[in-house]
Structure formats: structure tokens, C-alpha cells
């Protein structure tokens, strides 16, 4: 099983970056699939999360507008889109992935990535 992250690095406040996690080895259509961060110092906080059939997204309230996440099961892959970035956003991204039904508790993830730094800075 791998979930591998790409798409981070060092931007201005107010621009933008797209995640991307390439999931293999286990059956993805089955998957909820979700975005956690974690910035320095701080717990791990659910950025989003979407469901197996891609139709339901949740999103904590502060990030809601400014974060978009979507699935694509032909490529087994999710995406966040990040736009309008504060350095409040800066952490490391992580994707996960866990069978139904929906929990926003980390511990109840099966699956995780390694990670992917987003830094948003002058």
C-alpha cells in the first residue's frame, strides 16, 4: 500500500498550490479519502475529506472557500486545491485513507502518506 503526496513547496501569501496523492495497493474506489495538517508544535487538524463516491466534502470551517478537494478513481488519486494561502496555512500535508464510514479521527486511518511541506511565506 502507498499513498504518495506531491505538489508542495514555498509560496507567497495569497497565491496557490495543488496537492496531489497517488494511492496503489489497496482497492481506492472503496476508500474515504482525506487531507490532515500539521504545523510545528501543533496536533494534526483534518483539512478535508471526501467519500468513496466523491459526492460529499467536508472541509474545517476556517479553510472552507479556500480549499477544494477532489477525487479522480481513473488515476487513484486525490487533489487539494489551495488558493488565497495565509502562513497560517504552513505545515506538512498529509493524505489518508480509511474504509467506511467517516471518521474525522486520525487514529482511525488505515493508510497515510509521507508527507508533503507547504510553506507560505515572503
Known amino acids: 500500500v502507498q499513498l504518495v503526496e506531491s505538489g508542495g513547496g514555498l509560496v507567497q501569501p495569497g497565491g496557490s498550490l495543488r496537492l496531489s496523492c497517488a494511492a496503489s495497493g489497496f482497492t481506492f474506489s472503496r476508500y474515504i479519502m482525506s487531507w490532515y495538517r500539521q504545523a510545528p508544535g501543533k496536533e494534526r487538524e483534518l483539512v478535508a475529506a471526501?467519500?468513496?463516491?466523491?459526492?460529499?466534502?467536508n472541509y474545517a470551517g476556517s479553510l472552507k472557500g479556500r480549499f477544494t478537494m477532489s477525487r479522480d478513481s481513473a488515476k487513484n488519486t486525490v487533489y487539494l486545491q489551495m488558493d488565497s494561502l495565509k502562513p497560517e496555512d504552513t505545515a506538512v500535508y498529509y493524505c489518508?485513507?480509511?474504509?467506511?464510514?467517516?471518521?474525522?479521527?486520525?487514529?482511525?486511518?488505515?493508510?497515510w502518506g509521507q508527507g508533503t511541506q507547504v510553506t507560505v511565506s515572503t
Open positions: 471526501i467519500t468513496s463516491a466523491g459526492g460529499i466534502t
Open positions: 489518508a485513507a480509511r474504509r467506511a464510514p467517516y471518521s474525522p479521527r486520525s487514529l482511525e486511518y488505515d493508510y
